[in-house]
């Protein structure tokens, strides 16, 4: 009985791992769309977003019957725990993708980004993603060290994220108010992808030691 609990148990993070690596292709397909003005890629993104939303509810219809069943303890307790909190974060990184591509596919055939601001989303979209996959390892691996390592990541696009209200507020903007709120939307949308990977780092770090990381300004992590 307790050989097959495990085995749950570890299906459960094979579930989570494959919905961090869902979401990873998500924004690299919404970043591409948003950058290349590429319809196919953002309708791709846009109707793969219910295979990530069926991942959770899998993912928490598991792990609540593991609590119901097999009354978990110590760490099995704060496994699943952090499942149902890691999949809610997937989840809104998933949503996070699919606002990028609809954005993308509202403007279509018109580009969303002016071309100067271009290299600041690609190197977000490529942190963003970086940041997935690392997840993806972590929830596989349970690695202390590399979940820790994702703050450095998430530094990079809240720098990034910061530059672009400088060049917003730049009184040389030439692209006009409609322009600078989607920037500004966008931008935000990248910010809280990478919040998010990084909270479900903390979940597995919280599995491993029992404590729960400090969040920060990313205490309240909302879509």
């Known amino acids: 009985m307790r050989e097959a609990y495990h085995v749950e148990l570890d299906q459960l993070a094979q579930n989570l791992a494959a919905m961090s690596a869902q979401v990873a292709d998500a924004m690299e397909r919404a970043t591409t769309a948003l950058l290349e003005v590429d319809l196919g890629l953002a309708e791709q993104v846009i109707s793969d977003d219910a295979k990530v939303d069926d991942a959770r509810a899998e993912s928490e219809e598991q792990a609540y019957a593991l609590l119901a069943l097999q009354a978990p303890v110590a760490t099995d307790l704060r496994t699943v725990l952090a499942a149902i909190h890691a999949a809610e974060s997937l989840e809104r990184m998933g ?12 403007r279509h055939p018109e580009p969303v980004l002016p071309d100067s601001v271009k290299p600041y989303f690609a190197e977000m979209g490529e942190a963003a993603v970086k940041l997935a996959r690392q997840a993806e390892q972590v929830i596989q691996t ?15 696009v809240d720098d990034i994220h910061r ?6 507020m730049d009184r040389e903007w030439p692209h006009g108010v409609a322009t600078a709120v989607d920037v500004t939307l966008l931008g935000r949308f990248y910010e809280r992808y990478a919040d998010h990977a990084v909270s479900v780092a903390k979940r597995m770090i919280f599995v ?3 404590r729960m990381p400090g969040y920060g300004s990313d205490e309240d992590l909302t879509v």
């Open 95 to 106: 949503d996070l993708a699919l606002h990028v591509a609809k954005a993308a596919r509202r």
């Open 142 to 156: 349970k690695d202390v060290s590399a979940a820790k390592d994702l703050e450095a990541s998430d530094d990079q």
């Open 163 to 168: 530059h672009l209200f400088t060049v917003l």
């Open 208 to 210: 491993v030691t029992g």
